[in-house]
């Protein structure tokens, strides 16, 4: 399944106007923050191969990202930290870092466009504090064009953020891992302790209360 502008369309034919499409990354990882993008993309959008950053290399990735940050009518970033995350649950990170973005897109498509977002495309949550209509679709990163464009945005700039604390905390490939759990990162670990961008509420789970 290759992610079209079908929902989009939709409800620009409804009148909505700025659609944003939003998506996050970085929900699973040992270290490291969860980031989140909103995108909104213009209804002739061009760019050809945008999908799941997952099913993409780091090097497409790159590409596109230059891409749809050009193309785009606005996007926003939102990064929430390790610390946060162990004080709040991932989940409520995730929502505290797509609300983030979307208030950052909202903000760029006021100085540009001189409106607001109309509607909110979120792949599989619902932001009940954030005022505009949404609609939730699962696996909408697979879906939609706009949510998988987020995606891209946000794969790219958490990948760029770990490489950089790779420069700090060399001892654990957040470089290679981007702060996965593989075994590798475990053993690391095992080997160096933690460092300060590591997430303690997950570490709980394989270690127990020695973190």
Partial sequence: ????????????????????????????????????????????????????????????????FSAISQQSLAYGIGIVDNYTIDEINILEATKKAMKAAVEAANKRLMETAGSQIGHLLIDAITLKDVNIPQ????????????????????KVTRDMMMCEFHKIYPDYGFDKNKGYGTKGHFENISKYGICEIHRKSFLRRRFGDAY
């Fill in 135 to 154: 609609t939730g679709i699962i696996k909408g990163d697979e879906r939609s064009v706009s949510i998988a464009a987020a995606s891209i945005i946000a």
């Fill in 1 to 64: 399944m290759n992610p079209t502008m079908e929902y989009e369309s939709e409800l620009s034919v409804s009148g909505v106007r700025y659609i944003a499409g939003i998506d996050e990354v970085g929900r699973g990882p040992l270290a490291g923050p969860v980031v989140a993008a909103a995108v909104v993309l213009p209804a002739d959008f061009s760019v050809t191969g945008v999908n799941d950053s997952k099913k993409l290399t780091a090097k497409k990735r790159e590409s596109l």
